[in-house]
């Protein structure tokens, strides 16, 4: 391929074409960058944590009626038993010695057992009341949760479309621009561009504004003495320089 050549008015171009790249860049940087992204996998991450914490406690809450239920009986199941020990007694149908003895202190042993089940009852009560306030928090959280994501998401949603819309925008005039940009120019130019990000910068009172640096004095001549119609480069980064009449020359 021979050295690109291009009228000054052509090179201009790529001028344009190198802010429209920036602005599409700076665009597809905010686009990945958007806080919002990040806040909402964050709000996401808790979700997860209160969905399973919900189970959890639903899970124990569940367990805990099946134990209150199962202590509430044996209650019942002791409590009938002293009423009909207590019937035998009262209706004088014992009356050995041994036998009085035995049915006296079974029901004392049946008063001892009904108090510690009434005990675990109680526990049962208090670790119900725990956790039903813990579900309750849960459900709060979770509900407010949803609330925040919904509000974050459309906050996403809206600087989506902005960013898409300018994207859409500055691609049209993207392609208009490079429309009217020979291929072998736009081709060096894209090159340039994949490899460092810029593909052309303006000479600036005698800088290159691709590398920031300024050109040497040889540099400068090489230039000078090139036709208007050379597409010339930056002997430090390669960019193309486009020349203007701020270029120093
Ligand atoms: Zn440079």
């Given at each position: 391929m021979g050295p690109v050549k291009a009228s000054p008015q052509t090179q201009l171009r790529l001028l344009e074409l190198a802010d429209l790249d920036a602005e599409l860049g700076r665009l597809d940087h905010r686009r990945r960058g958007l806080p919002e992204v990040t806040e909402l996998s964050r709000l996401e991450v808790r979700a997860g944590e209160l969905k399973d914490a919900l189970v959890a406690t639903e899970t124990e809450l569940s367990d805990l009626t099946r134990e209150q239920s199962r202590a509430e009986r044996d209650v019942d199941q002791v409590r009938t038993r002293i009423e009909r020990d207590r019937a035998r007694l009262d209706a004088g149908q014992v009356s050995a010695a041994r036998e009085l003895a035995s049915l006296q202190s079974e029901i004392e042993n049946l008063h001892r057992r009904q108090g510690d089940l009434e005990e675990v009852v109680l526990e049962l009560m208090e670790r119900r009341e725990t956790l039903d306030s813990q579900q309750d928090e849960l459900t709060t959280e979770r509900d407010n949760l949803g609330g925040q994501m919904a509000e974050v998401a459309a906050r996403r949603d809206a600087a989506f479309a902005e960013i898409d819309e300018q994207t859409a925008k500055a691609s049209d005039q993207r392609a208009s621009v490079a429309a009217e940009v020979p291929a072998d120019l736009l081709a060096l130019y894209d090159q340039i561009r994949k490899a460092k990000g810029v593909g052309a910068a303006m000479l600036r009172a005698g800088r290159?504004?691709?590398?920031h640096l300024s050109l040497n004095a040889a540099d400068l001549n090489v230039i000078r003495a090139s036709a208007p119609d050379e597409v010339v480069r930056c002997e430090e980064c390669r960019r193309i320089l486009v020349r203007t009449p701020e270029s120093g020359l």
């Open positions: 290159c504004e691709g590398c």
